[in-house]
């Protein structure tokens, strides 16, 4: 077990991972219901607030290849929710292009941690599993949590949040992803601790002890997340179809014989391929910027774009 930290030497990190709808969210406002544990929330996020840092940002300004996109995503970031929820007043002068990325985005999250006088910081982007293997390697001492839940669960809970249910290739498109997070996640399943959602619901006391012992944090009686649940639906959720199930179980039975450094590969590929976007959520509360417009004016670009990337 690693030493716990304080606030008068360093402060430990927590990646809370897994596919979107899986319980994430729920996990991380459980663990920053702990004194010792600081997560930037806000009510229109339902608590935790995800940074995007890593899955969003960095490759909308080109993976930070120069020093102008690096300071495009420094000016973009500390303009944004997440920034203004870490600072709410005056935030500190961190260079990005002489720390770097990671170095960047730990210092701010370690500053806002101590300034609440915490130990620990939790931060929960789902899509962050996608880069898992470059999180792992820049952050060598972090804690990594992973959210799993049943399958057609999750993949329910996704159509419906953000697809048509009507829709056959909706179905089809988020249980692709479904098993994709997995594999990624699989390939890495000896590095981070896994927590099932259907434990924590059945037993939550006994489950918030057991991740607690494993980050090393004293844990306290009856903590939970004192945010309401971020719920897919209006009421008791409907039953997946036999037509949509067969969707489901077709795509695991094939994701089977898939290795997963392929799907990993692949997920990079698609990542260079996409490029970057800034979630419509990312200035929801402070409407901090116009991030196309700043990005414009601080990145130079008649420069090709990058083609370093970060997993």
Excluded at 107 to 119: F, I, L, S, T
Excluded at 272 to 290: E, I, N, S
Aim: proline share 6%; glycine share 4%.
């Amino acid at each position: 077990m690693r030493k716990v930290a304080t606030v008068e030497n360093s402060v430990s990190k927590i990646f809370v991972l897994g596919r979107h709808r899986s319980g994430t969210t729920w996990v991380t406002n459980i663990l920053a219901a702990h004194p010792s544990v600081f997560t930037p929330e806000h009510q229109a996020h339902q608590g935790q607030h995800e940074s995007a840092f890593f899955s969003s940002l960095v490759p909308y300004c080109r993976f930070g290849k120069t020093e102008v996109d690096l300071r495009a995503i420094s000016a973009i970031f500390e303009r944004s929710d997440y920034w203004k929820l870490l600072f709410p007043h005056t935030g500190p002068e961190i260079d990005i292009a002489d720390c770097g990325l990671s170095a960047y985005f730990s210092q701010a999250m370690d500053q806002a941690a101590k300034d609440r006088k915490c130990a620990f910081w939790v931060e929960k982007t789902p899509a962050h599993t996608l880069v898992l293997r470059y999180l792992l390697k820049e952050y060598p001492d972090a804690y990594f949590v992973r959210v799993r839940r049943h399958r057609a669960d999750v993949i329910r809970s996704n159509v419906y949040k953000f697809g048509n249910p009507g829709s056959y290739m909706d179905w089809i498109r988020h249980s692709v992803w479904h098993e994709l997070y997995e594999k990624v996640l699989d390939l890495y399943d000896d590095q981070i601790y896994s927590i099932e959602y259907e434990a924590l619901v059945d037993n939550p006391d006994r489950e918030t002890h057991s991740l607690f012992h494993y980050l090393g944090i004293p844990p306290e009686n009856n903590l939970a997340s004192g945010w309401a649940a971020d719920s897919s639906f209006g009421s008791k959720p409907p039953e997946v179809e036999k037509k949509y199930l067969n969707i489901i179980h077709f795509n695991a039975f094939l994701f089977r014989f898939a290795p997963r450094k392929l799907c990993e590969r692949f997920v990079s590929r698609w990542l260079k391929k996409r490029g970057g976007f800034l979630p419509p959520w990312f200035f929801k509360v402070y409407k901090g910027m116009d991030a196309d417009h700043e990005r414009a004016n601080i990145s130079d670009t008649r420069q090709p774009p990058a083609t370093d990337k970060i997993i």
